[in-house]
């Protein structure tokens, strides 16, 4: 779902959602993107870095082509999605040359609220490239602790049971990453009364995952009992062709294990932590769509997988996101984001680097969401916020504290 929104009558604001994208939506954004004026936005408000990305790439090969001439080849990758930006840079150019500059230039700034869209912006922070000013609304509290752990916990069995109705008592389910977004799934999938095992490469992660019961092992060790296999990790090249094969050969007709049909989803990052191309391409894999969102793909030898969602996430291809309550604190959080940043264009508060919201905004959002829920506060007396060095409104911990 692609929105413009006018905050104020002199501020334009681009927001970008997830909502049911499909791998051809560079043209839309690009149109989104620009108003009837031909300019761009002054704020962006992001959601996995897509817009982001697209206004450095081409802000980048706009300035290689007036140096060069040289445009931007959409066959130089294999990743469908980046292919589509290229694409998309690629046909700009040859209508304005210097489109993309010039938003650039006018954007004050972006707030961004995923794990990967943050870790784009603190690489190109690190590496002198970040255009414009960007807070990390990920890691406020009431985004990652809320939207990231309750809102997963809520979404991801809703995209399975919309897509396959299967019952997952009982079932050996894997979760790839256990950070926020893996700790959500997890308990999820407990609480429907699933085997949960647990694969990390973060130690800490995974002392976690065994404190709180869970296995934690390779996914080699695990691949050929699992009934279903879910990424959380926001990276690349999780679960590959070859694992989804030896998960199908070991449950085929006849095989090893009882006979049944993995399912294999997604719900960290974009399609790049599934295999999804390396399934597609190969002609002896038989792709047989049992309905939109849901391809079941079956082997030579008989055995199958179903993937969900295109390898996309889940919970969005297959359901309908998060609940409304979770998502009102991930946008509470832009919201204030925004507003900090407007109000700071001119201060030199904020420099071409990666900010996080201070600490009693992200207070605020948790109190503006308290009443909703009939909750009551305790209120510090004066003696007791000296006694713990706090002011008695607040905020009530530091920013190295871990909740």
Request: charged share 20%.
């Amino acid at each position: 779902m692609l929105l413009r929104l006018l905050l104020r009558p002199d501020l334009r604001t681009f927001l970008l959602g997830k909502a049911r994208h499909s791998r051809n939506t560079g043209s839309a954004r690009i149109g989104h993107l620009t108003w009837s004026d031909n300019e761009g936005p002054d704020l962006i408000v992001d959601d996995g870095g897509d817009m982001t990305l697209l206004i450095h790439e081409g802000f980048r090969a706009e300035k290689e082509y007036a140096s060069t001439g040289k445009l931007p080849d959409p066959d130089s990758t294999t990743n469908a999605e980046f292919k589509c930006v290229l694409q998309t840079i690629r046909s700009s150019i040859q209508r304005d040359p210097t489109r993309f500059q010039r938003i650039a230039n006018r954007v004050i700034g972006v707030s961004e609220e995923t794990t990967t869209g943050v870790q784009r912006l603190v690489r190109m922070a690190q590496e002198g490239t970040l255009l414009f000013p960007a807070i990390n609304v990920n890691d406020s509290v009431t985004k990652s602790k809320f939207d990231n752990i309750y809102g997963c916990r809520h979404s991801l069995l809703d995209g399975i049971a919309r897509a396959t109705d299967v019952m997952l008592a009982g079932k050996v389910c894997v979760v790839c990453g256990f950070g926020d977004v893996g700790k959500g799934c997890a308990e999820a999938l407990r609480g429907a009364g699933a085997r949960v095992f647990i694969t990390e490469v973060d130690p800490i992660c995974a002392l976690q995952a065994c404190m709180q019961g869970y296995t934690v092992t390779t996914l080699e060790d695990v691949i050929d009992i699992a009934d279903l296999i879910v990424t959380a990790t926001g990276n690349r090249d999780v679960v590959m062709k070859h694992h989804m094969e030896r998960m199908a050969y070991a449950r085929r007709p006849g095989g090893e294990q009882p006979p049944s049909v993995p399912i294999v989803c997604n719900i960290g990052h974009f399609d790049n932590e599934i295999d999804w191309s390396g399934l597609v391409s190969d002609p002896n894999i038989q792709r047989v769509t049992i309905k939109p969102q849901v391809d079941r793909f079956v082997w030579p030898h008989g055995g199958s997988v179903i993937v969900l969602a295109e390898a996309r996430l889940v919970n969005l291809g297959c359901a309908t996101g998060h609940p409304s309550f979770v998502m009102s604190c991930s946008f509470a959080n832009q919201t204030m984001a925004q507003i900090e940043l407007a109000t700071n264009r001119d201060t030199g508060k904020y420099q071409n680097s990666v900010y996080v919201l201070p600490k009693h905004l992200d207070e605020k959002v948790a109190r503006l969401h308290l009443a909703k829920l009939g909750a009551k506060l305790t209120e510090l007396t004066p003696e007791q916020a000296s006694y713990i060095g706090v002011n008695s409104e607040g905020p009530y911990k530091s920013a190295a504290y871990r909740y």
